[in-house]
C-alpha cells in the first residue's frame, strides 16, 4: 500500500474510532438498558441518528469557518483588544485587508472522511428506524 492510500486509511479508521468512542459516551449516558428488541432499536437508532448529525454539523462549522463567516468576530475582537493592549493600536488594518490575510493563512477545510463518517452514521440509522417501525 502506497504512503497516500495510507493517510487516507488512517483518516478514515481516526474518524469512525471517534465516532465509536461518541456512540459510547451516548449509550453511557441514556443507559446500556437494552429491555426489549424495540427498545434497544430505539436506543440505537437514537444514538446512531444524533452521532451521525453532530459529525455532519461538525463537518458544517468547519467549512463555514473556512469561507470566512467568523472572520468578522475576529476582526471585532482585535480591535476591542486594540483598546487594552497598546501595541495591538499601532498596526490598523481596514477589515478587507484583515479579511484578505485570514484568506491567505486559513488551513481549515473540510475532509471528506468527516462527512462520509457523518452520513453512514446517519444512514444506519435511518435504516434502524424503518426496522424499528415495522416491529
Given at each position: 500500500?502506497?504512503?497516500?492510500?495510507k493517510?487516507?486509511?488512517?483518516?478514515?479508521?481516526a474518524?469512525?474510532g471517534?465516532?465509536s468512542?461518541?456512540l459510547?459516551?451516548f449509550?453511557?449516558?441514556?443507559?446500556?438498558d437494552?429491555g426489549?428488541?424495540k427498545s434497544s432499536?430505539?436506543?440505537?437508532c437514537?444514538?446512531?441518528f444524533?452521532?451521525?448529525a453532530?459529525w455532519?454539523l461538525?463537518a458544517?462549522?468547519?467549512?463555514?469557518?473556512g469561507e470566512?463567516?467568523?472572520?468578522g468576530?475576529g476582526?471585532?475582537?482585535k480591535?476591542?483588544l486594540g483598546?487594552?493592549v497598546?501595541?495591538l493600536?499601532?498596526?490598523r488594518e481596514?477589515?478587507?485587508q484583515?479579511?484578505?490575510?485570514?484568506?491567505e493563512e486559513?488551513?481549515?477545510?473540510?475532509?471528506g472522511?468527516?462527512?462520509?463518517t457523518?452520513?453512514?452514521?446517519?444512514?444506519?440509522?435511518?435504516i434502524l428506524?424503518?426496522?424499528?417501525?415495522?416491529l
Open positions: 500500500m502506497d504512503q497516500e492510500k493517510k487516507v486509511l488512517l483518516k478514515y479508521l474518524c469512525f471517534i465516532a468512542v461518541m459510547f459516551i449509550f453511557a449516558i441514556k443507559g446500556f437494552f426489549g428488541l432499536l430505539q436506543l440505537l437514537d444514538a446512531f444524533v452521532v451521525g453532530l455532519l461538525f458544517g462549522f468547519v467549512y463555514v469557518s470566512g463567516v467568523f472572520f468576530l476582526f471585532a475582537f480591535g476591542m483598546v487594552f497598546p501595541h493600536r499601532d498596526n481596514t477589515f478587507k484583515y479579511r484578505e490575510r485570514k484568506l486559513r488551513k481549515l477545510k473540510v475532509q472522511c468527516i462527512v462520509i457523518g452520513l453512514v452514521l446517519l444512514a444506519i440509522g435511518f428506524l424503518i426496522i424499528w417501525h415495522q
